[in-house]
């Protein structure tokens, strides 16, 4: 499967982004998904992950009620909506999937994920 991230941006302090990341060349529902992201001289960090129905989710502590996972099966695209924005949230942010027929596990480590978008950089002023 080929991912393609999209969405980011320059935004204040305070501010809202959705990041969207549009997936081909699979059954999309087949596939659970993660955000992670990843600051200039910091190692990469999960961000969110969505199982394949989108019935589950899981945060990363540093972005629990401030980021909210989606998806769209139909339309084989998955979203990060971002408010309250900080500037520590700088940084390129990655969508990841891997295979996940029918569970609903979530998968947080960067090491469960085979497919990787390009990323999208995200800069929050402060």
């Known amino acids: 499967v080929q991912l393609q991230a999209s969405g980011g941006g320059l935004v204040q302090a305070g501010g809202s982004l959705r990041l969207s990341c549009a997936a081909s060349g699979g059954t999309f529902s087949n596939y659970a998904m993660g955000w992670f992201r990843q600051a200039p001289g910091k190692e990469r960090e999960f961000v969110a992950a969505i199982n394949w129905s989108g019935s589950g989710t899981s945060y990363a502590d540093s972005v629990k009620g401030r980021f909210t996972a989606s998806r769209d099966n139909a339309k084989n695209m998955v979203y990060l909506q971002m408010i309250s924005l900080k500037p520590e949230d700088t940084a390129v942010y990655y969508c990841?999937?891997?295979?996940?027929?029918?569970?609903?596990?979530?998968?947080?480590?960067?090491?469960?994920?085979?497919?990787w978008g390009q990323g999208t950089l995200v800069t929050v002023s402060s």
């Open positions: 990841a999937a891997r295979r996940s027929t029918w569970s609903d596990e979530l998968f947080t480590s960067p090491l469960h994920y085979v497919y």
